[in-house]
């Protein structure tokens, strides 16, 4: 499978790239980066493909499925370039919001011949800890997500985030009122995410991308933490999600139904 990487020289991106290029069932056609175009894509075990500057580079090049790893702003454009050119799409870029979704499914429609998987995150522990939170949600009173990532992520809160608290929240609406009554700083408590689920963000230089959801009840508390130390811990969902869009017809959200969960 002839494969493209958008945002092919970013933190992500070049990951990806390294771990198609290892894969002996993908192929590395193209690397997409406007910030790099021109340069050799470092690393390949092919040392002359360069990062290309235009969307259409990849279609010349023969690729059927590209993976988007780009910013908010990017990732829609480029994601109705790859429909209109008959590509499956993986997109791992977060921070576009549900009006980004409903367009991918637009692009991507059930029935159609072409797939598109999205997730927020491709970290199996990831997926998992969110599974784990949907699964306490109902024998907890409070609850509590906190995020943490590298000091060069642009959105907030992460996408794992929202899509933890979009999950607990469809789990079990029962959730205590917040007691605050007075912000003596202001943002203290958080942002109010969906099902009213406070959210925290924390940017630090050193971190990578980590995430705890704190559940508490009368007399216990439960902590499900996650943290992807490396950005190799995305790189096996990612290559799942590129062997399996073409056979997924349509939207698919998360990788959970990949996981068998
Ligand atoms: P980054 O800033 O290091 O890389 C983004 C790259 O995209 C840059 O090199 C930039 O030049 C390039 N780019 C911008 N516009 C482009 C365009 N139109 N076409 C092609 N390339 C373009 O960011 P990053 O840390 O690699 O993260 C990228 C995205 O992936 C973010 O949204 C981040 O939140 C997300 N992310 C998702 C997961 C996941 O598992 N889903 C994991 C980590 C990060």
Redesign the pocket.
Known sequence: MKVAV??????????VCGAVDADRDLELVAA?????AADVVPGLSQATLRYSRD?PDMVAAGATVAV????????R??ARYCAAHGMHLV?????MGEAGEAELSRLYPKGGPLGCVV?????IG?VLSMRFAEMAAPWFETVEVIEL??D????AP???ALRTAERIAAASAEWAPDPTTSETVRGARGGVGPGGIHVHSVRLRGL??HQEVLLGTVGETLTIRHD?ID?SS?MP??VLALKAVAGLPGLTVGIDLLLGL
């Open positions: 958008l945002g092919a020289g970013g933190r992500m991106g070049s990951m997409v980066d406007p910030a790099r969307l988007d790893f780009t910013t908010p702003e990017a990732v454009a480029n997109v791992g870029t977060t921070g997730a927020a995150n491709f970290a990831a990532h590298h060069g992520k642009v959105d992460s996408g794992t990578v991308a992807s950005r995305f969902g990612v």
